[in-house]
Each structure stands twice: as structure tokens, then as C-alpha cells.
């Protein structure tokens, strides 16, 4: 349970972990999507929202414990890794060497999203989409056999008078979509019309947290 | 679920020993970290917060944007208690809570004034004092092992009735 959901996709088994990583185990890929570094900063620079500023150093460290678990060979950051280009600037030296640590002794690439659409300063490969396999990794979804982010999915499911909602992974025979990853990240309910558009019936949802919940996408 | 003489607490499981439940100690402990985790305390930083200029204000009837920035001061709430737990508006937070919903000295109080002598008793039906507090508005959730458990059910539950855990998904080619 505390390992995660597998499951399969063109062939490629793989699991979506109850952290928010999708990890490909036979090829060692662990594939990471919207870590929004720098949202603080780039909340302040453009609205002047002074929202306490952790949640870089956050996103960072539980990746780490995901990377010191896995050993990935490659880790794929699936776009918006940064919450803009200038944000990419904005890591202090702790969380700069935070991330090189993580990126020492193995392929790292980063994927462009509509937050990050250039090269940012740190190593590794740019890229606007990534082919392994039977599978392309590309920030909005676009095709088949594929493993994107963009949308943020959450999902929630009703419990007596509540509801407990939870940011998921959503995955029907033809795609994944990957919840966002950073701290300081917001989602959009599976009942979206885009989301509703994109998966088709038969439809799972994973549901992230303290372990993974899987069920039916709940589509309103 | 509390009223300003009586607490209603359910449980997942049958209760064998209330006093235990009572325990000053385990108490104080419990009701510190509960207190730091749970959403009274949420519920006073959302409203500090919204003063502070860091988050919009819900209305009733206004349509929720449903946009992936925006995201929840509970996650604000959670990131300032992990790295910076003593922040200007956490100690807000504290006082405002401390006044205004739980009065730590009063439970003090009680509890060494009913020390030992405590009845556990289990009715066979319910209690007329206990009959409003399933009534009340505002019910505090206690998130612990219970919501896991509650959610495992009841995804389990859908999983089954949609028919989808006899599916395995076959791989397309």
C-alpha cells in the first residue's frame, strides 16, 4: 500500500506513489510534475503578497526523500519546475545545493511548462518533450502513450457530511496525468470539463497523501 | 462536536475505557499536536491570514475560481508550523485560539476536579442531554488514522461497485 498504485500503460508498468512521483521501476525513471520552485518569491515580486516563503526548501526536501528511496537513474521534471524563469534565480545557496545534490550521479531533464518555457540554470537537459520507450513525457497533454502534468488534479470523494478531497493521479489505457508536486500548489476537481474531455470512461483516480486511495474518476 | 456543556466524540471503534481517554497527561500531550494539526486552529489562521493580505476571502454563493494557483491557507497554516512555527501570525493564530475557542485552563480545571472519579456507563439508547449535539452545526474533524481508514472503505467500496478492480488495464499496442 505505502509503496503505491501499479499499473500499466502501453506496456510500461508503473507506480503512482502516494508522495506524487510516478516511478517507472524497470527502467529506474522517476518522473515529477509542476514543483512550482519559487512560487513565493514570484507571488511577491508580482502582486506584492508577502506569503511566507518555505515552500521551495519543502518541495525540495520531500523529492529528496523520494530520490534517497528510489535511486532513479533519471528523473524527469515534467514542466512549471520553476514558477517562472526569474524564479529560477531565486533558489538560495541551501536550496541550490539541495537540488545539485539530487541531480549528482544521474540523467536529469527538464521538461519546459507554460511557467518555465526556456533553459534555466541548472544542469541538465531541456527539452520540450521526452521519449522513453513507449512513452512520450510532455508538460499538457496532447496524444496516446503519454505522461504529463499542467492540470493539477485533485479529486475528492464524499464521506458521510464530508468530503475529503486530495490531489490524484488520473489514469485511463491511453494516459497519465501526474498531480502538481510543490508546496504552494492548488488543483482542479476531476469534474473539469478539460479533465472529463482528456480521460475516457474507465477513468482511475490515485489519490495522494499519508497512502495512496484508489477509485473511479469521480466526474461529478 | 462540543456544546458549552457537553463534548460528543465518535469513534470508528467501540469505546472499552474512557478514563484512559481523560487522562490528564496523555491529554495534554494529545491536545497540544492535536491542537497545532486541526482545523480550529485552521479555521483561526484562515481568518488571520485573509487580514494579512495573503489569501482572498470566501463568499457564500461566490463561484470558486477552481484555478490551479490559488492554493489553501491550510497548506499555509502546515508550512509555517514545519519551518517557521513561532511566525508573527502563528502566534497570532495560538492566542486567538486560545481565547476564543478552547479555554485551556478551564479543561485544567475539570479535569482535576473529576480526577478518579469518573463513570463510564453505555446506554442502551440515547441520552436526552447527548440528543442536541447531534443537531449542532460545526462539527471539528479530528483527522487521524480514522479518515485513512474511512477512506480506504469507501474508495474499496467504489472501486467495486464500478466494477473497475476486475479490470486490469491491458496494455494498448
Redesign the interface.
Known amino acids: 500500500m505505502s509503496d503505491g498504485h501499479v ?5 510500461a508498468e508503473l507506480t503512482a506513489r502516494a508522495s506524487g512521483v510516478l516511478w517507472w521501476a524497470h527502467r529506474r525513471i522517476l518522473c515529477v510534475s509542476d514543483l512550482h520552485l519559487g512560487k513565493s518569491d514570484r507571488l511577491a515580486r508580482r502582486s506584492g ?4 516563503p ?2 521551495t ?2 518541495t525540495l526536501l520531500r523529492l529528496q526523500s523520494e530520490i534517497e528511496a528510489l535511486a532513479p537513474q533519471i528523473v524527469i521534471c515534467l514542466g512549471d519546475s520553476f514558477d517562472d524563469l526569474q524564479a529560477s534565480d531565486s533558489l538560495d545557496p541551501a536550496e541550490s545545493a539541495c537540488l545539485y545534490r539530487m541531480q549528482a550521479g544521474r540523467q536529469w531533464i527538464w521538461i519546459e511548462g507554460n511557467h518555465d518555457p526556456g533553459p534555466v540554470e541548472f544542469s541538465g537537459a531541456h527539452l520540450a518533450e521526452y521519449r522513453h520507450g513507449p512513452l512520450v513525457f510532455r508538460h499538457i497533454a496532447e496524444t ?2 503519454e505522461v504529463s502534468g499542467h ?2 488534479p485533485k479529486a475528492a ?3 458521510g ?2 468530503r ?1 478531497t486530495r490531489p490524484c493521479f488520473l ?4 494516459r497519465v496525468i501526474l498531480p ?1 508536486f510543490g ?7 476531476s469534474d ?1 470539463t478539460v479533465l472529463q474531455d482528456l480521460m475516457r470512461p ?1 477513468a ?1 483516480a490515485v ?1 495522494t497523501g ?2 495512496c ?4 474518476m469521480p466526474r461529478g | 462536536m462540543a456544546t458549552d456543556y457537553a463534548v460528543m466524540l465518535p469513534s470508528l471503534e467501540r469505546l472499552r475505557d474512557a478514563a484512559a481517554l481523560l487522562a490528564p497527561a496523555g491529554l495534554r500531550v494529545g491536545l497540544e499536536t492535536w491542537l497545532a494539526g486541526n482545523a480550529v486552529m485552521k479555521r483561526s489562521f484562515r481568518g488571520c491570514a485573509v487580514i494579512a493580505g495573503l489569501i482572498e476571502r470566501n463568499m457564500p454563493g461566490q463561484r470558486k475560481s477552481g484555478r490551479q494557483a490559488t492554493f489553501s491557507s491550510d497548506i499555509l497554516y502546515d508550512t509555517l508550523l514545519k519551518y517557521d512555527p513561532d511566525h508573527v501570525l502563528m502566534q497570532i493564530t495560538r492566542e486567538e485560539a486560545r481565547k476564543g475557542l478552547v479555554d485551556f485552563d478551564r479543561i485544567e480545571e475539570m479535569l482535576a476536579r473529576c480526577a478518579g472519579r469518573l463513570d463510564h456507563k453505555e446506554l442502551e439508547g440515547l441520552a436526552p442531554v447527548a440528543a442536541p449535539l447531534f443537531l449542532e452545526m460545526g462539527r471539528v474533524p479530528v483527522q487521524g488514522a480514522a479518515e485513512e481508514q474511512l477512506l480506504a472503505a469507501e474508495t474499496a467500496r467504489l472501486m467495486e461497485a464500478s466494477g473497475l478492480n476486475k479490470i486490469v488495464i491491458a496494455p494498448v499496442r
Open positions: 499499473f500499466s500503460l502501453f506496456g503578497i508577502m506569503v511566507p518555505y515552500e526548501t519543502d496516446e502513450a492540470y493539477h470523494v464524499p464521506l457530511r464530508r475529503i489514469y485511463d489505457q491511453h502538481a508546496t504552494f500548489t492548488g488543483g482542479l476537481r473539469a474507465g482511475v489519490l499519508q497512502t486511495h484508489v477509485l473511479p
